[in-house]
């Protein structure tokens, strides 16, 4: 990627210095090139790696700057940051309003500064998964994908927002755009952000995800036929000539559906998966690859390294998607030496199988959406204690009532609302840090950012959606190669589409609960954890330990919000081996915890 800085500061001493100051400090790993441009009192700073697809351009009256993959305009094709500016801010057009400024389809970042009219848009993919963070006082203006980097600017105070604080331990991400630092926001998915010199920065709502009927009327085989025509294509049109692609293979539906529709395009990318020989989703992406004809290469994450990868989300990003995904800091070398590019399969998931709930009316309502939001976090009773010791300051009930009005605004309909609430405020930050950190790397291509890809979906009626129907359809259709290769599921289920006698026996046998109890504990016993998601985010494992002890020294910086002996009971000494009913979503919160600890070494 870039992590990019963009600041618009009248006093141009101070903003000299203040570039001065970051020009060394901006590249979270090692092998990035800086590059800035700028105009009057705006300008801009960012490091990626070569081979990044980012495009400025400049002149006198301003700049435009885009990063990674933007796709649209009339030819429907990758913009440059010329094309850009044209589009978003045309001579003697009314380029600050919202409704006339186009989304583009893609993972990207865009900037445009108009030096005459001294105001600054920035907007990101549809979703916004590309991290957008800002500050701003009555004198500087200060966007970046960190916020890490506001810290040097003289003008900024580093203060804690207690309320910030409070939402990211309730739902193990970010409330209502609050970070860790008081007054600093990220944009909200689907918005621009247009700030003036000297004025208040906005927020306008760009695009906003919208669901229909209009393919409720498709008998079954025409669903599955467009559902995988219009795949097909999104993969496709995400293709650049004359790059060198690699794709992310876990072995679940997902990424073998990528790398599926990859192979049918004549292509024959590495693949690479994260984990050990021994893990299911080695395992089965192992069998995806021989079947696809696709060289895999296998990269686990050594224990030491964790505490490295913590600091990384700690401090580039302020743990606002919370810290239950900080391996993606471990991927960027690996993926640099494969390619410039990488496809994936994230986001897919959140269309092709959206959750079981939405698709019964009945079950939608803010009471079960909410539950489901917090699930991650360390529970409202547990957080009420913890904070406590705060005073009476923020509460549990006022992050409610803002999660509330959220939610209502989605939409007239509660169907409507508990989508849009999924996608934008618990998908979006629960993979939406990954594409990030693997762009330091390889630059991710996500298909699944792709209007047309998107409407096709949510125009189906959920209930052919729901549980994998639809994709499983498709990936029988399309991969008959695939359909006896087992599946990567985040549990010890590895059954493929069509199970052989012996699977379906074994599967049979294993539903038994005497049986399945018998089994666990053999397993448990005689194999290594081979569920790759429990493996890495074991909280009681040596990696975690490890991050744990090292954030244990920086209890002391956050007693002035959290309670000290509440804190001491709900988080105990790293040496401690835990209980857990579920070692992955029980632990989550405990883990935000611990990141927030870290964070507080450095920033508190």
């Known amino acids: 990627m870039a992590n990019f800085l963009i600041v618009v500061d009248a006093d141009e001493g101070r903003r000299q210095a203040y570039l001065r100051s970051v020009a060394l400090a901006g590249s979270p790993v090692a092998g990035l090139v800086r590059s800035e441009c700028g105009s009057g009192v705006g300008a801009a700073m960012w490091w990626s790696r070569p081979g990044t697809p980012v495009s400025q351009a400049a002149d006198d009256t301003g700049f435009a700057v885009v990063w990674g993959d933007a796709l649209g305009g009339p030819a429907d094709t990758f913009l440059g940051a010329a094309e850009v500016r044209r589009t978003w801010a045309p001579p003697g057009g009314r380029w600050a309003d919202p409704a006339g400024i186009p989304p583009f ?34 004198q500087v203006l200060l966007v970046s994908s960190s916020p890490e980097l506001f810290l040097s600017h003289p003008r900024f105070t ?8 409070a939402g990211l331990l309730l739902t193990d991400r970010a409330v209502g755009g609050r970070t860790l630092l008081r007054g600093v926001r990220r944009v909200a998915g689907g918005h621009l952000l247009i700030g003036e010199a000297g004025g208040v920065p906005v927020e306008r709502a760009q695009y906003r995800f919208t669901t229909s009927s209009l393919h409720h009327g498709l008998e079954g085989p025409e669903r599955i036929e467009l559902i995988g025509s219009e795949t097909a294509r999104a993969i496709r049109r995400q293709t650049r000539p004359a790059t060198r692609d690699a794709v992310l293979l876990s072995g679940g539906r997902d990424s073998r559906m990528v790398a599926g529709y990859l192979v049918e395009l004549g292509q024959r990318p590495p693949a690479l998966t994260f984990g050990r020989a021994t893990d299911h989703d080695a395992i089965c992406a192992r069998r995806v690859a021989e079947r696809l004809g696709l060289e895999q290469q296998l990269r686990d994450y050594p224990e030491q390294s964790y505490p490295l990868f913590a600091r990384q989300v700690a401090r580039w990003e302020h ?24 496809f994936t399969g994230y ?3 959140a269309l092709l199988s959206p959750p079981h709930a939405l698709a019964d009316a009945a079950t939608c309502s803010f009471a079960s959406v909410y539950a489901s939001h917090i699930a991650r976090g360390l529970g409202p009773a547990t957080l009420t204690e913890l904070l406590r010791h705060a005073g009476p300051g923020p509460g549990i009930a006022q992050l409610e009532e803002e999660i509330r009005a959220t939610y209502l605004g989605y939409g007239d309909d509660d169907v409507t609302r508990a989508w849009c609430f999924y996608l934008y405020d618990r998908v979006r930050h629960f993979i939406g840090s990954i594409p990030w950190r693997l762009s330091f790397g390889a630059w991710p291509v996500l298909p699944a950012l792709d209007r047309r890809w998107m409407h096709t979906m949510t125009a189906m009626p959920l209930a052919a959606l729901t549980e994998r129907r639809a994709q499983d359809a498709v990936l029988r259709g399309r991969f008959p190669q695939l359909n006896r290769t087992p599946i990567a599921r985040p549990s010890d289920d590895t059954t493929p589409l069509e199970p052989g006698l012996l699977r379906r026996a074994a599967k049979a046998l294993g539903a038994r609960p005497a049986v399945a109890r018998a089994l666990a504990r053999i397993r448990q016993r005689a194999l290594p954890e081979q569920r790759y998601y429990y493996r890495i985010n074991d909280f009681n494992g040596g990696g975690w330990r490890a991050i744990r002890r090292e954030a244990d020294a920086h209890r002391a910086k956050l007693h002035d919000f959290l309670d000290p ?10 040496d401690a081996e835990l209980q857990f009913e579920d070692g992955l979503l029980s632990t989550s919160g405990l ?6 600890l870290l964070w507080a070494g450095d920033h508190v």
């Open 105 to 138: 389809d893609g993972y990207h970042a865009t900037a445009v500064w108009d030096g005459a009219a001294r105001r600054l848009i920035v907007g990101a993919d549809l979703i916004g998964l590309f991290p957008l963070f800002y500050w701003a006082d009555s």
């Open 158 to 165: 580093r203060e804690v927002d207690a309320l910030g604080l």
């Open 319 to 342: 743990g606002a998607n919370g810290f239950g995904s900080i391996y993606g800091w471990g991927m960027t070398a690996p993926l640099a030496a494969l390619g410039d590019r990488v």
């Open 347 to 349: 986001y897919l998931d």
């Open 565 to 574: 002996a509440v804190l001491n009971r709900v988080l105990p000494a790293p």
């Open 591 to 596: 883990r935000t915890l611990v990141g927030v």
